[in-house]
């Protein structure tokens, strides 16, 4: 392939994908607003036209920033790419680092610092306009300055190093790197899922054991009859960054931890709770989450693989606006070019995600609804689309693309079916 054919590949799927994006977008909007003026017909005796509104409204709000977010996005795209912004990255590091492993760990950094300050203007937007409009924003400005320098600092202590070995691979293990590269990845995986418990999450919040005594015993009797065992349940303080509200668990082997978002424990009832655990619990015993290992790990097997062919392709370069530089590696450079484009040829293939998604919802309510009362998930999960301002009227095209969970509409009557 000639670098001007792959250009003129890239640029069709970038302007397809773009178009498709937005008419989704437009679809849903419409579709919503369409809606906004009166709760569907099997929700009516139960969410007030009042939240269904805010629901409308905030989906829209959603809608708006995401289109100029995604305008934005697709300029720096092109930026980093066409237009030769990695190369420019790349010609100006070069003087200060050498041609080495130090030249391309810099480029990473520089590659994820601009790409963090663009991005900066977006997430204070979307924190402290957009969600504090709709009462949903608990975070100071204090609060997510230091989440995000705990990030970066989680960046480098956790990220150089992974990209140090996967350079290194790249470099000196042959036409297999990628094989090897895998391997590494899937330890780092399961590292951080030991690790991600103890160490990273409580930098961000704070877990303490469930307090709630009647709570306990039901959720200890639920875990009994299901037999799951977990190292211990906790209340998350989500509330002081979100008014959202969740319940998981989290962590590997023998170290898994039950966590109930604050928000949650204060809105829902006990036997709602347990529905909601229910559910969750449901995920992991029918190894939903397993197969979503299992799968990811196989997709990006074939995507390493890829990129060990695309590597050694002077058009995958060239045709992306990156003129390899002599004696110089361009590994890192390949890396950031595939981790780029990668969304763009992908995009297509959404839906395929979001089936299986689906189909592993549907699995883990009809669990819950054995080993609870469907009754209750269906008031948990009528609470939780009003109190997050979940549109109960989505488009079905954009739900397919996007939406992991099936709308509410039809996993409500699905429950509905198990109570009958």
Known sequence: MSSLAFSILFVSFFILSLLLRFWLSTRQLRHVMAHRGAVPANFAEKIPLAAHQKAADYTAAKIHFGLVSLLFSSAVLIGFTLLGGLQWLALALLPHTGNGITFQIALFIAFAAVSGVLDMPFDYYRQF?????????????????????????????????????????????????????????????????????????????KFEPLKDESLRQRIEGLMARVNFAAKGLFVMDGSKRSGHSNAFFYGFGANKRVVFFDTLVASLTGPEIEAVLAHELGHFKLRHNLKRMIVGSIVSLAFLALLGYLKNQAWFYSGLGFDPLPGVPSDAVALLLFMLVLPVFTFLFSPLTSISSRKHEFEADAFAATHTDARDLISALVKMYEENASTLTPDRLHSTFYDSHPPASIRIHQLNLAVR
Not at 129 to 152: I, Q
Not at 159 to 180: A, F, H, R, T
């Open 129 to 205: 306009v957009l969600e504090e409009r709709f009462g949903f924003n608990k975070m100071s400005l204090g609060l997510w300055l230091g989440d995000a320098v705990k990030s970066t600092g989680l960046g480098l202590v956790l990220g150089l190093p992974l990209i140090w070995v996967v350079l290194q691979l790249m470099e000196k293990s042959g036409k297999l790197w990628w094989l090897y590269t895998w391997l590494v990845w899937l330890a780092f995986q399961l590292i951080m899922m030991v690790i991600a418990p103890t160490l990273i999450m409580p930098l961000f919040n």
